[in-house]
């Protein structure tokens, strides 16, 4: 079958390389989305192993959907029974652009809801009802320029829910993005890593999932395929049990540092909640008087912007950084992310990598410093 898989803008690179691995074909990369051709094997694998996806959808139609009344028609013409009882519930999920006849993307939502409900009550004589929360089926309308397609999400919730989060801080990284950078990284788990500004251990969560080959899912118990009629309970067990039997027996080490009392007691919390208490160490301490054991490692940090968190100096942040790097950190590579250009110059490095990224809605810059002992020129050699 087609598999659709959405996730953040400029992880598709990465993520179309997580879906070979798990056995796809005929991969094609779009805008926020990755394509391939698998079985219900690849959609299971999909949901509990790759760490750069959002949803995993199954495209079910595609139709000319220029005003209200042709929405409406063609998703009435798609057979729901296939899909769902009228015992069930539904929701949608709807994207509008370029199709002025919509209002907003909750009207197109709303019309296709009424489509499918007035399907089963003329079928069946009772309609299903709607559930925002976990519903039976979750259905994902895409409109452009007046083309709809519809496919129906095997994910359920959103993929970068791990069910490891116990709290967050006033501004948690999202868990897809984490492990995107740690994969556009090209850091391979075979060496330290590295956060010192933790906050509440995402980046460190994800890396040790990483470098231990751990499924990113493995602590979650709901996708949205198990309610679906053609759930293969034998199979998702397989997939489960092969997935377990290629993890790592070992790993790197994993470290975390935060100044901030607070958040260091809510990383400890979740590391623990995600099983991986014996695989990282965190402690409360300022990135000025950290001292890091011998490279190589590498560092991946998210410091503040300047944007939500506020910061008295943030130029002074950055050039602090910089200069930690530079007189603490021979041998490693550092990794860090942030929309603030201004506060990047003050790390007085320059980056031999630039990758253009969004936290949310902030534009950022994903860049890299390499960390030579003695000259640049001296360690390449």
């Keep these: 079958m087609k598999i659709h898989v959405k996730t953040l803008a400029r992880l598709e690179e990465v993520l179309a390389q997580e879906i070979a691995e798990i056995g796809g074909t005929d991969i094609e ?35 000319k959907a220029r005003h209200e009344d042709e929405l409406y028609r063609n998703i009435r013409k798609i057979d729901w029974s296939e899909y769902m009882t009228n015992h069930q519930t539904l929701a949608i999920d709807s994207v509008v652009v370029n199709t002025p006849a919509f209002r907003h993307t909750k009207y197109a939502a709303l019309k296709a809801k009424d489509a499918i409900v007035d399907q089963f009550r003329a079928n069946t004589g009772r ?35 791990r069910n490891y989060r116990t709290q967050t801080g006033p501004a948690p990284m999202n868990e897809v993005l984490a492990a995107g950078l740690i994969l556009l990284s090209g850091w391979k788990g075979d060496s330290l890593f590295l956060d010192p500004m933790c906050g509440t251990g995402t980046l460190c969560i994800e890396a040790a999932s990483y470098a231990w080959n751990i499924p990113p899912q493995i602590n979650r118990s709901n996708f949205g395929f198990m309610k679906w009629a053609n759930f293969d309970e034998k199979l998702w067990e397989e997939v489960k049990a092969k997935a377990q039997k290629n993890r ?6 994993i470290l975390g540092s935060d100044k901030d009392f607070k958040s260091i007691k809510i990383a400890q919390q979740n590391i623990d909640a995600a099983g991986m208490s014996d695989k990282i160490e965190i402690q409360r301490k300022k990135f000025e008087k950290l001292v890091p054991p011998e490279g190589p490692g590498i560092i991946i940090m998210n410091p503040p912007y300047d944007e939500r968190l506020g910061v008295e100096d943030i130029g002074a942040l950055y050039k602090m950084m910089g200069d930690q790097l530079k007189q603490q950190y021979a041998g490693y590579e550092a990794w860090i992310i942030s929309s603030n250009m201004q506060a990047f110059k003050q790390v007085g490095l320059r980056p031999s990598k630039r990758i253009k990224l969004y936290n949310g809605p902030l534009e950022c810059k994903f860049q890299k410093y390499e960390m030579y002992t003695g000259s640049k020129k001296a360690a390449k050699a």
């Design 29 to 63: 990369i779009g805008k926020r989305i990755v394509s391939f051709e698998g079985s219900l094997k690849q959609v299971y694998r999909a949901n509990y192993e790759l760490r750069s996806a959002v949803r995993v959808l199954i495209p079910i139609q595609s139709f």
């Design 127 to 161: 309609r299903p009802n709607v559930s925002v929360d976990r519903p039976d089926l979750r259905v994902n309308l895409h409109i452009n320029q007046g083309q709809a397609s519809v496919a129906i999400d095997s994910s359920g919730d959103s993929l970068h829910k």
């Design 248 to 253: 790592k027996t070992s790993g790197p080490q």
